[in-house]
Protein backbone atom coordinates (compact mmCIF):
# COMPACT_ATOMS: atom_id res chain seq x y z
CA UNK A 1 0.00 0.00 0.00
CA UNK A 2 2.66 2.81 0.93
CA UNK A 3 4.76 1.34 -2.51
CA UNK A 4 1.02 2.43 -3.97
CA UNK A 5 1.42 5.87 -2.05
CA UNK A 6 5.22 6.16 -3.39
CA UNK A 7 4.34 5.96 -7.06
CA UNK A 8 1.42 7.71 -7.19
CA UNK A 9 3.48 10.70 -5.07
CA UNK A 10 6.66 10.46 -7.71
CA UNK A 11 4.05 10.58 -10.82
CA UNK A 12 2.56 13.45 -9.02
CA UNK A 13 6.23 15.05 -8.69
CA UNK A 14 6.93 14.19 -12.12
CA UNK A 15 3.77 15.75 -13.42
CA UNK A 16 4.72 18.83 -11.38
CA UNK A 17 7.89 19.11 -12.78
CA UNK A 18 6.65 19.11 -16.30
CA UNK A 19 3.82 21.24 -15.99
CA UNK A 20 7.10 23.57 -15.18
CA UNK A 21 8.93 22.70 -17.69
CA UNK A 22 6.15 23.89 -20.12
CA UNK A 23 5.17 26.91 -19.04
CA UNK A 24 8.77 28.24 -19.88
CA UNK A 25 9.96 27.88 -23.45
CA UNK A 26 7.92 25.60 -24.40
CA UNK A 27 4.61 26.82 -23.52
CA UNK A 28 5.39 29.93 -25.25
CA UNK A 29 6.43 27.90 -28.44
CA UNK A 30 3.09 26.36 -28.63
CA UNK A 31 1.04 28.89 -28.49
CA UNK A 32 3.44 30.53 -31.44
CA UNK A 33 2.48 27.16 -33.05
CA UNK A 34 -0.98 27.23 -32.00
CA UNK A 35 -1.37 30.99 -33.53
CA UNK A 36 0.62 30.06 -36.65
CA UNK A 37 -1.48 27.11 -37.50
CA UNK A 38 -4.64 29.03 -36.62
CA UNK A 39 -3.85 31.60 -39.13
CA UNK A 40 -2.83 29.15 -41.51
CA UNK A 41 -6.23 27.59 -41.17
CA UNK A 42 -7.76 30.90 -41.79
CA UNK A 43 -5.88 31.33 -44.79
CA UNK A 44 -6.81 27.68 -45.93
CA UNK A 45 -10.83 27.83 -45.30
CA UNK A 46 -9.83 31.49 -47.44
CA UNK A 47 -8.62 29.46 -50.12
CA UNK A 48 -11.41 26.89 -49.72
CA UNK A 49 -14.00 29.25 -50.06
CA UNK A 50 -12.09 31.02 -53.16
CA UNK A 51 -11.55 27.26 -54.72
CA UNK A 52 -15.11 26.59 -53.62
CA UNK A 53 -16.38 29.94 -55.77
CA UNK A 54 -14.06 28.69 -58.46
CA UNK A 55 -15.67 25.43 -58.53
CA UNK A 56 -19.28 26.96 -59.16
CA UNK A 57 -18.11 29.26 -61.14
CA UNK A 58 -16.82 27.03 -63.74
CA UNK A 59 -19.56 24.57 -63.12
CA UNK A 60 -21.64 27.16 -64.63
CA UNK A 61 -19.18 28.01 -67.68
CA UNK A 62 -19.04 24.65 -67.99
CA UNK A 63 -22.70 24.49 -68.15
CA UNK A 64 -22.92 27.04 -70.36
CA UNK A 65 -20.54 25.54 -72.79
CA UNK A 66 -21.93 22.76 -72.83
CA UNK A 67 -25.23 24.47 -73.93
CA UNK A 68 -23.80 26.26 -76.49
CA UNK A 69 -21.84 23.08 -77.68
CA UNK A 70 -25.32 21.70 -78.13
CA UNK A 71 -26.45 24.85 -80.08
CA UNK A 72 -22.76 24.91 -81.88
CA UNK A 73 -23.89 20.46 -82.66
CA UNK A 74 -27.20 21.66 -84.08
CA UNK A 75 -25.91 24.42 -86.27
CA UNK A 76 -23.35 22.06 -87.57
CA UNK A 77 -26.24 19.25 -88.20
CA UNK A 78 -28.15 21.82 -90.28
CA UNK A 79 -25.35 23.28 -92.31
CA UNK A 80 -24.51 19.30 -92.95
CA UNK A 81 -27.98 18.82 -93.98
CA UNK A 82 -27.43 22.09 -96.37
CA UNK A 83 -24.18 21.28 -97.84
CA UNK A 84 -25.78 17.87 -98.45
CA UNK A 85 -28.79 19.58 -100.31
CA UNK A 86 -26.64 21.58 -102.12
CA UNK A 87 -23.99 18.92 -102.72
CA UNK A 88 -26.84 17.11 -104.41
CA UNK A 89 -28.54 19.99 -106.16
CA UNK A 90 -24.95 20.79 -107.43
CA UNK A 91 -24.45 17.18 -108.72
CA UNK A 92 -27.51 17.58 -110.42
CA UNK A 93 -26.54 20.71 -112.36
CA UNK A 94 -23.35 19.52 -112.98
CA UNK A 95 -25.02 16.58 -114.85
CA UNK A 96 -27.78 19.09 -116.66
CA UNK A 97 -25.02 21.35 -117.63
CA UNK A 98 -23.15 18.29 -118.98
CA UNK A 99 -26.10 17.48 -120.47
CA UNK A 100 -26.56 20.97 -122.04
CA UNK A 101 -23.11 21.46 -122.97
CA UNK A 102 -23.02 18.08 -124.98
CA UNK A 103 -26.24 19.27 -126.47
CA UNK A 104 -24.99 22.95 -127.36
CA UNK A 105 -22.03 21.02 -128.78
CA UNK A 106 -24.58 19.06 -130.98
CA UNK A 107 -26.30 22.13 -131.97
CA UNK A 108 -23.46 23.62 -132.87
CA UNK A 109 -22.17 21.22 -135.26
CA UNK A 110 -25.81 21.26 -136.36
CA UNK A 111 -25.84 24.85 -137.24
CA UNK A 112 -22.42 24.03 -138.99
CA UNK A 113 -23.91 21.86 -141.15
CA UNK A 114 -27.18 24.00 -141.89
CA UNK A 115 -24.86 27.07 -142.60
CA UNK A 116 -22.59 24.67 -145.36
CA UNK A 117 -26.02 23.42 -146.96
CA UNK A 118 -27.16 27.11 -146.77
CA UNK A 119 -24.39 28.39 -148.40
CA UNK A 120 -24.61 25.57 -150.75
CA UNK A 121 -28.40 26.31 -151.42
CA UNK A 122 -27.12 30.00 -151.72
CA UNK A 123 -24.58 29.15 -154.46
CA UNK A 124 -26.88 26.77 -156.32
CA UNK A 125 -29.95 29.85 -156.22
CA UNK A 126 -27.12 32.66 -157.20
CA UNK A 127 -26.08 30.34 -160.33
CA UNK A 128 -29.83 29.38 -161.29
CA UNK A 129 -30.45 33.26 -161.13
CA UNK A 130 -26.90 34.26 -163.68
CA UNK A 131 -28.89 31.01 -165.68
CA UNK A 132 -32.00 32.62 -165.75
CA UNK A 133 -30.89 36.08 -166.57
CA UNK A 134 -28.49 35.05 -169.13
CA UNK A 135 -31.53 32.90 -170.18
CA UNK A 136 -33.50 35.99 -170.56
CA UNK A 137 -31.07 37.67 -172.87
CA UNK A 138 -30.80 35.16 -174.91
CA UNK A 139 -34.30 35.38 -175.78
CA UNK A 140 -34.80 39.12 -176.18
CA UNK A 141 -32.04 39.24 -178.45
CA UNK A 142 -33.52 36.34 -180.48
CA UNK A 143 -37.17 37.90 -180.05
CA UNK A 144 -36.25 41.25 -180.85
CA UNK A 145 -38.02 41.42 -184.03
CA UNK A 146 -41.23 40.33 -182.18
CA UNK A 147 -41.88 42.65 -179.17
CA UNK A 148 -43.78 45.23 -181.38
CA UNK A 149 -46.38 41.95 -181.99
CA UNK A 150 -47.48 41.44 -178.56
CA UNK A 151 -44.42 39.53 -177.49
CA UNK A 152 -42.37 40.17 -173.91
CA UNK A 153 -39.77 38.58 -171.80
CA UNK A 154 -39.64 39.38 -168.30
CA UNK A 155 -38.73 37.04 -165.05
CA UNK A 156 -41.18 36.42 -162.15
CA UNK A 157 -39.62 33.79 -159.13
CA UNK A 158 -36.85 33.31 -160.67
CA UNK A 159 -38.55 31.90 -163.78
CA UNK A 160 -38.46 33.57 -167.11
CA UNK A 161 -41.87 34.60 -168.57
CA UNK A 162 -42.21 34.75 -173.12
CA UNK A 163 -45.76 36.22 -173.12
CA UNK A 164 -47.04 36.07 -176.65
CA UNK A 165 -50.38 37.83 -177.46
CA UNK A 166 -52.73 35.72 -179.20
CA UNK A 167 -52.43 37.88 -182.42
CA UNK A 168 -49.07 37.18 -182.71
CA UNK A 169 -49.48 33.25 -183.04
CA UNK A 170 -53.40 32.45 -183.95
CA UNK A 171 -56.32 33.90 -186.17
CA UNK A 172 -58.98 34.96 -184.25
CA UNK A 173 -60.75 32.15 -182.54
CA UNK A 174 -58.81 29.90 -183.79
CA UNK A 175 -56.49 26.76 -182.81
CA UNK A 176 -54.01 27.00 -185.84
CA UNK A 177 -50.66 28.76 -185.40
CA UNK A 178 -50.39 31.18 -188.61
CA UNK A 179 -47.30 31.60 -190.12
CA UNK A 180 -46.17 34.43 -188.38
CA UNK A 181 -46.31 32.67 -184.79
CA UNK A 182 -44.71 29.97 -186.17
CA UNK A 183 -41.23 31.97 -186.66
CA UNK A 184 -41.87 33.34 -183.54
CA UNK A 185 -41.36 29.59 -182.06
CA UNK A 186 -38.76 28.64 -184.50
CA UNK A 187 -36.84 31.37 -183.01
CA UNK A 188 -37.61 30.86 -179.55
CA UNK A 189 -36.65 27.00 -180.33
CA UNK A 190 -33.50 27.88 -181.87
CA UNK A 191 -32.59 28.97 -178.09
CA UNK A 192 -34.71 26.66 -175.92
CA UNK A 193 -32.78 23.54 -177.88
CA UNK A 194 -29.61 24.74 -176.29
CA UNK A 195 -30.87 24.79 -173.13
CA UNK A 196 -31.22 21.28 -172.34
CA UNK A 197 -31.68 21.88 -168.59
CA UNK A 198 -34.54 23.94 -168.92
CA UNK A 199 -37.76 22.76 -168.25
CA UNK A 200 -40.60 24.25 -170.47
CA UNK A 201 -44.77 25.32 -169.20
CA UNK A 202 -47.10 26.40 -171.78
CA UNK A 203 -49.88 28.25 -170.82
CA UNK A 204 -53.10 28.72 -172.67
CA UNK A 205 -54.88 32.36 -171.29
CA UNK A 206 -58.39 33.63 -172.41
CA UNK A 207 -59.92 37.14 -171.97
CA UNK A 208 -63.80 36.59 -170.29
CA UNK A 209 -65.63 36.62 -173.03
CA UNK A 210 -67.69 33.44 -173.43
CA UNK A 211 -67.05 31.21 -176.62
CA UNK A 212 -70.08 31.38 -178.98
CA UNK A 213 -70.37 28.80 -181.96
CA UNK A 214 -66.76 27.36 -182.34
CA UNK A 215 -68.36 23.85 -182.58
CA UNK A 216 -65.09 22.09 -181.09
CA UNK A 217 -64.75 24.77 -178.32
CA UNK A 218 -67.22 24.55 -175.64
CA UNK A 219 -65.45 27.53 -173.85
CA UNK A 220 -63.06 29.71 -172.57
CA UNK A 221 -61.02 26.53 -171.13
CA UNK A 222 -61.19 24.95 -174.36
CA UNK A 223 -59.40 27.43 -176.03
CA UNK A 224 -56.32 28.26 -173.39
CA UNK A 225 -55.85 24.55 -173.37
CA UNK A 226 -56.24 23.76 -176.98
CA UNK A 227 -54.32 26.86 -177.81
CA UNK A 228 -51.40 25.34 -175.28
CA UNK A 229 -51.30 21.76 -177.10
CA UNK A 230 -51.16 23.53 -180.54
CA UNK A 231 -47.99 25.40 -179.38
CA UNK A 232 -46.51 22.59 -177.62
CA UNK A 233 -47.21 20.58 -180.42
CA UNK A 234 -45.48 22.28 -182.76
CA UNK A 235 -42.03 22.51 -180.67
CA UNK A 236 -42.19 19.17 -180.02
CA UNK A 237 -43.15 18.03 -183.23
CA UNK A 238 -41.76 20.42 -185.92
CA UNK A 239 -38.90 22.10 -183.52
CA UNK A 240 -37.79 18.83 -182.16
CA UNK A 241 -37.69 19.81 -178.50
CA UNK A 242 -37.49 16.79 -175.89
CA UNK A 243 -41.73 16.09 -175.22
CA UNK A 244 -40.17 15.42 -171.49
CA UNK A 245 -39.31 18.56 -171.32
CA UNK A 246 -42.72 20.40 -172.00
CA UNK A 247 -46.23 20.73 -170.41
CA UNK A 248 -49.46 22.00 -171.77
CA UNK A 249 -51.65 23.54 -169.47
CA UNK A 250 -54.83 26.10 -169.31
CA UNK A 251 -55.49 28.75 -167.51
CA UNK A 252 -58.89 30.06 -168.73
CA UNK A 253 -59.89 33.40 -168.08
CA UNK A 254 -58.66 33.38 -164.61
CA UNK A 255 -55.06 34.35 -164.41
CA UNK A 256 -55.88 38.04 -166.10
CA UNK A 257 -52.83 40.71 -166.31
CA UNK A 258 -55.63 43.27 -166.73
CA UNK A 259 -59.19 43.49 -164.74
CA UNK A 260 -60.10 46.28 -166.25
CA UNK A 261 -63.22 46.05 -168.56
CA UNK A 262 -61.91 47.36 -171.67
CA UNK A 263 -60.69 46.02 -174.99
CA UNK A 264 -57.18 46.66 -174.47
CA UNK A 265 -57.02 44.98 -171.25
CA UNK A 266 -59.27 41.88 -172.73
CA UNK A 267 -56.30 41.81 -175.62
CA UNK A 268 -53.24 41.84 -172.64
CA UNK A 269 -55.36 38.82 -171.12
CA UNK A 270 -55.49 36.57 -174.26
CA UNK A 271 -51.78 35.33 -174.71
CA UNK A 272 -50.26 32.20 -174.25
CA UNK A 273 -47.09 31.99 -171.80
CA UNK A 274 -44.26 30.02 -172.28
CA UNK A 275 -42.51 29.58 -168.82
CA UNK A 276 -38.89 28.85 -168.65
CA UNK A 277 -37.33 27.27 -165.30
CA UNK A 278 -34.00 25.49 -164.65
CA UNK A 279 -34.08 22.44 -163.55
CA UNK A 280 -33.57 22.45 -159.68
CA UNK A 281 -32.30 18.12 -159.10
CA UNK A 282 -29.57 19.61 -157.51
CA UNK A 283 -30.98 21.95 -155.00
CA UNK A 284 -33.66 19.35 -154.64
CA UNK A 285 -31.85 16.69 -153.80
CA UNK A 286 -29.55 19.38 -151.29
CA UNK A 287 -32.69 20.05 -149.57
CA UNK A 288 -34.09 16.80 -148.72
CA UNK A 289 -30.96 15.06 -147.86
Known amino acids: MKIKYLLLLLAICVALHSCQVMSNKKYKALLATQDSLTNRTVTLEGIVASLK ?22 RYNGLNDR ?3 LNEKYTSLNSNYSATTSKVSQLSTDLQKREARLKEVEDILRKRDEATNALKEKLQKALLGFQESGLTVDIRNGKVYVSLADKLLFPSGSITIDQKGKVALKQLAVVLNKEPDINIAVEGHTDDKKIINLGQIKDNWDLSVMRATSVTRYLTETEKIDPVRLTATGKGQFQPIDTAPTTEARAKNRRIEIVLSPKLDELYNLITK
Open 53 to 74: GDTARLHRQIAELQSNLGGLND
Open 83 to 85: YSA
